[in-house]
């Protein structure tokens, strides 16, 4: 099975508004991170916030917010007043506690465009 | 204090060729991930090394790739014989500890095997 699973391949947003980008994620594990990075069309992985399984609210940074809905296993990232800069590839990633390895599992990502 | 750099941040190799990607971690961080990007795709986890030890190199393809991460200098990943199978983006991260938190990701080595 699918560790994170992104089901949006391709989203728009008229600028100014909110887009709520999809996750869902499969872990046994009660122990795991949830994190949303950017990546423009430059190619860099630019780290935007993450969610730790045990917080009790959900993680906000600015105009990034994480729905988190751990019955649910979702992690959307709510993006608000979208900006032209936003236009980007958006991947949501788990790490779980117990994996000795500590790898990251990726989603497939989302690409977002802003629409002037 | 310095990201996460890795160079070359593009390499293009003929097929046949040897890859040799670097990654110098952040200061201070002993573990190294390597994940590959093929196009269109989410990033894959290949290898997890600590100095002088690889701890988990169930990503890796089992024949041309190795990783190395010695005591003094950069980590390697090192493919020998390239095919275009092989061109994609090559992501180094690293972290301070095991700890269930954020990996700092390099710009990534864009590898192109012609």
């Known amino acids: 099975a699918q560790k994170i699973t992104q089901t949006q391949p391709g989203m728009f947003v008229q600028e100014k508004e909110a887009v709520t980008l999809d996750c869902t994620y499969d872990t046994s594990d009660p122990s795991y991170g949830l994190f949303w990075y950017k990546q423009p069309s430059s190619g860099e992985m630019i780290f935007l916030i993450y969610q730790g399984s045990y917080d009790q609210q959900n993680a906000t940074e600015g105009r990034y917010s994480l729905n988190f809905q751990k019955a649910r296993k979702s992690a959307n990232l709510v993006i608000s007043a979208s900006q032209l800069g936003d236009s980007a590839m958006y991947f949501c990633?788990?790490?779980?506690?117990?994996?000795?390895?500590?790898?990251?599992?990726f989603g497939t990502g989302t690409s977002l465009t802003v629409i002037p | 204090n310095a990201g996460v750099m890795q160079n070359p941040r593009h390499l293009v190799r003929r097929r046949g060729q040897e890859a040799r990607l670097r990654c110098s971690p952040m200061k201070g961080h002993s573990h190294v991930y390597w994940y590959r990007q093929l196009p269109e795709e989410g990033l894959k986890f290949m290898v997890y090394?600590?100095?002088?030890?690889?701890?988990?190199e169930s990503g890796m393809p089992k024949e041309r790739f190795s990783a190395e991460f010695p005591k003094e200098g950069p980590s390697i990943l090192r493919i020998q014989q390239v095919v275009r199978g092989d061109s994609a983006a090559y992501f180094c991260?690293?972290?301070?500890?095991?700890?269930?938190?954020?990996?700092?990701f390099g710009p990534g080595t864009r590898l192109t095997v012609t």
């Open positions: 090394l600590q100095k002088e030890n690889i701890i988990d």
């Open positions: 991260a690293s972290s301070p500890g095991q700890k269930v938190g954020e990996q700092y």
């Open positions: 990633a788990m790490r779980e506690g117990s994996n000795t390895g500590n790898q990251f599992y």
